[in-house]
Each structure stands twice: as structure tokens, then as C-alpha cells.
């Protein structure tokens, strides 16, 4: 019995949520979205898309640079046995 008590206030405080007449929610309409994204409320497809190609970009030069890294140490090493 409880737990459809705490169902029940759930259900009521999300539709209070969604009820536009409230101001809590607005429609979605063309005009909105153009507003939030002049905004800088919400991102275009194509600067999502941008920094996507950044955050690939980024991952790609560390596994770069940790190759690099990882070059060195094996050429260090190697220079050390050569050494012995």
C-alpha cells in the first residue's frame, strides 16, 4: 500500500513537470529550439559533430605520443643493455 502512495506522488510531481500551462515545461517548437541555441543552450549538429572530430582528434595524438613515449623507453633500455 505504501508503495503505490510513493508511485502516486511521483506520478503527480512528474506531470507537474510536463504541464505547460505551469511554465515548468514549453512545448518544443522550431522557434524555441533556434532560441536556446542562440543562446548557447544547446548545441548545433554540426558543432556536436565539431567536437566530436576535436575529441577524436585529442585521443588519436595521445595514443600518438604515448607510442612516442613508449618508443623512448624501449630505445633507452635497449641502450643500457648495449651498454652493459
Do not use: H
Request: hydrophobic fraction near 40%; include cysteine.
Amino acid at each position: 500500500m505504501e508503495d503505490q502512495k510513493i508511485l502516486a506522488r511521483l506520478e503527480a510531481i512528474l506531470d507537474t513537470w510536463t504541464d505547460s500551462s505551469q511554465g515548468m515545461a514549453l512545448k518544443l517548437t522550431p522557434t524555441l529550439i533556434q532560441e536556446l541555441v542562440d543562446k548557447g543552450l544547446l548545441a548545433t549538429e554540426a558543432q556536436i559533430a565539431q567536437t566530436s572530430r576535436k575529441a577524436q582528434e585529442k585521443v588519436r595524438d595521445s595514443a600518438t605520443q604515448m607510442t612516442e613515449v613508449q618508443r623512448n623507453n624501449l630505445d633507452s633500455d635497449c641502450e643500457q643493455v648495449a651498454n652493459l
